[in-house]
């Protein structure tokens, strides 16, 4: 693939790697390594859970909507849902919703349910049983701070997060710096202004007129930058 080809396939995906996505959403690398890439066991080799946005390279890296997709997946696996039924979920979704990424889709929400009372006959998971049987159950997995801080297209696919609790100021948007958090209003990389501010002895004020930019805006920086390194 020609250089140019490969930029212009690049723009608007976002780009991560497991050790960035495991920074951003608070799951461990070694697990998104396997959900996303597969991996092999007694000899027998399982693929990932969908194909990657940048499955068409030869590095393993995550696209934006893989990275939203996998948080998901953590919610499932935490109430004990086998790979296996994750993976038929998601493709009955995917076909269902007419979207690459279901889990994600707000409609998930409400015939996800459906979804895995199907699963639940195909596969005899019995970590599917209180889900599709009791609605609370599966409230608990599908929280709405799933969905809190996403905004979605008029299509229903994600388009950007804010990943910081009832604040905007920062986003991860594949449309701008790769994916990588910013300044929603500056566009400025989080982590150049945190290295700045580390530099400048913690000055937040000092920063601020170098950037030129607001002080609030470095302490939000600073503080998402404080919270994936935690």
């Known amino acids: 693939m020609k250089n140019t080809e490969l930029s212009s396939r690049l723009i608007g995906v976002g780009l991560y790697t497991a050790a960035e996505a495991a920074l951003y959403t608070g799951i461990s690398a070694k697990d998104i390594r396997r959900w996303m890439f597969g991996y092999s066991a007694h000899g027998v080799n399982h693929p990932g859970l969908w194909a990657p946005e940048l499955s068409f390279l030869d590095e393993n890296l995550l696209g934006f909507h893989d990275l939203l997709e996998i948080r998901f997946v953590h919610a ?4 004990g849902v086998s790979l296996q039924a ?3 979920a998601s493709i009955q979704a995917r076909e269902m919703f007419d979207q690459r990424y279901p889990f994600t889709c707000k409609r998930f929400q409400t015939d996800g349910r459906d979804i895995f009372a199907t699963v639940l006959d195909e596969t005899g998971d019995e970590a599917l049983l209180d ?7 599966f409230k608990q997995v599908i929280k709405p701070s799933l969905y809190e801080g996403i905004d979605y297209t008029g299509e229903g696919a994600a388009q950007r ?3 910081l609790k009832r604040s905007k100021a920062v986003v991860l948007d594949p449309a701008r710096n790769f994916g990588k958090p910013v300044l929603t209003s500056a ?3 989080t982590s150049a202004i945190y290295q700045s501010y580390q530099a400048e002895g913690q000055d937040a004020k000092r920063v601020a007129m170098i950037f030129e930019i607001p002080t609030a805006a470095v302490d939000a920086a600073v503080a998402f930058e404080h919270r994936i390194a935690a």
């Open 187 to 189: 566009g400025i990389d």
């Open 161 to 163: 997060w804010y990943p």
């Open 131 to 137: 889900l599709v049987k009791r609605q609370w159950a």
């Open 76 to 79: 499932f696996r935490q109430h």
């Open 86 to 88: 994750i993976r038929s």
